[in-house]
């Protein structure tokens, strides 16, 4: 496998030396598509929030800033993340407000009826069987809880089949498929928000349980 194939396939599940750099990477590329994501999130505040699949801890500590009275679990399948997103969110995680664990989304551990608010920002590319995955998000949700499903494509976008193409098990998705997935899973009320950016369509679903 070619270095650029290799240093790609980092977004997958985050390892080595190379994963390293993709984590650092990743708040450069993934910023603005979370921070549009959470400005459209006008929710009452959720007490607990679990982030699924947090890479580098970022959006996690952007959750705990937008939500001061909240608690936060970050999880990630990848060793090195759960170690960068500790890293990432230090003060908070001696402060009591963020736990972060390592779980996977296909087989979660978490209690069920505990959170109020899911949040996957581009990661589901990566989930093994989407409705599985949406009826484990559903199960860890209370009811009436939300979760928030974020990605810097629709799909169709150029952007997206090239990443496609470089990166081995990544699924791409359009807003039909999400939903149906949604649905199919126990999720109802979604919610879809779409901005267009340079060369791809960012998309936010917001489902309820
Ligand atoms: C492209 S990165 C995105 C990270 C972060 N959410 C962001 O937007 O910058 C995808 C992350 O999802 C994690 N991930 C993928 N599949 C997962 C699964 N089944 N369970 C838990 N984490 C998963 C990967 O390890 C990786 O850290």
Same mark, same amino acid.
Request: charged share 30%; glycine share 8%; proline share 3%.
């Given at each position: 496998m070619g270095l650029v194939r290799k240093f790609f396939n980092q977004t997958r599940k985050p390892e080595g030396f190379l994963g390293r750099l993709m984590l650092s990477g990743m708040s450069f590329g993934h910023a603005s598509v979370a921070d549009w994501a959470m400005s459209l999130l006008? /929710?009452?505040?959720?007490?607990e929030i679990v982030e699924l699949?947090?890479?580098?801890?970022r959006d996690a500590g952007e959750l705990l800033k937008k939500y001061p009275g909240s608690k936060v679990t970050a999880v990630d399948y990848s060793p090195l993340s759960v170690e960068r997103t500790k890293r990432t969110n230090k003060k908070m995680l001696e402060a009591g407000r963020i736990k972060v664990l390592d779980d996977d989304v296909s087989n979660l551990k978490l209690e069920h009826e505990k959170f109020d608010l899911a949040t996957a920002f581009e990661? /589901?590319?990566?989930?093994?069987g989407l409705e599985r995955c949406f009826e484990n998000v559903k199960k860890i949700l209370k009811p009436g809880g939300r979760f928030m499903v974020v990605m810097?494509?629709?799909?169709?976008d150029k952007i997206i089949q090239w990443f496609k193409k470089r990166i081995d098990g990544m699924n791409t998705y359009s807003e039909e498929e999400i939903e149906k997935a949604l649905r199919a899973a126990g999720f109802s009320k979604i919610e879809a928000n779409h901005k267009k950016s340079i060369g791809a369509t960012w998309l936010m679903l917001l489902a309820e349980k």
């Amino acid at each position: 496998m070619g270095l650029v194939r290799k240093f790609f396939n980092q977004t997958r599940k985050p390892e080595g030396f190379l994963g390293r750099l993709m984590l650092s990477g990743m708040s450069f590329g993934h910023a603005s598509v979370a921070d549009w994501a959470m400005s459209l999130l006008n /929710i009452p505040e959720p007490l607990e929030i679990v982030e699924l699949g947090c890479g580098n801890g970022r959006d996690a500590g952007e959750l705990l800033k937008k939500y001061p009275g909240s608690k936060v679990t970050a999880v990630d399948y990848s060793p090195l993340s759960v170690e960068r997103t500790k890293r990432t969110n230090k003060k908070m995680l001696e402060a009591g407000r963020i736990k972060v664990l390592d779980d996977d989304v296909s087989n979660l551990k978490l209690e069920h009826e505990k959170f109020d608010l899911a949040t996957a920002f581009e990661t /589901i590319y990566f989930w093994p069987g989407l409705e599985r995955c949406f009826e484990n998000v559903k199960k860890i949700l209370k009811p009436g809880g939300r979760f928030m499903v974020v990605m810097e494509s629709n799909g169709q976008d150029k952007i997206i089949q090239w990443f496609k193409k470089r990166i081995d098990g990544m699924n791409t998705y359009s807003e039909e498929e999400i939903e149906k997935a949604l649905r199919a899973a126990g999720f109802s009320k979604i919610e879809a928000n779409h901005k267009k950016s340079i060369g791809a369509t960012w998309l936010m679903l917001l489902a309820e349980k």
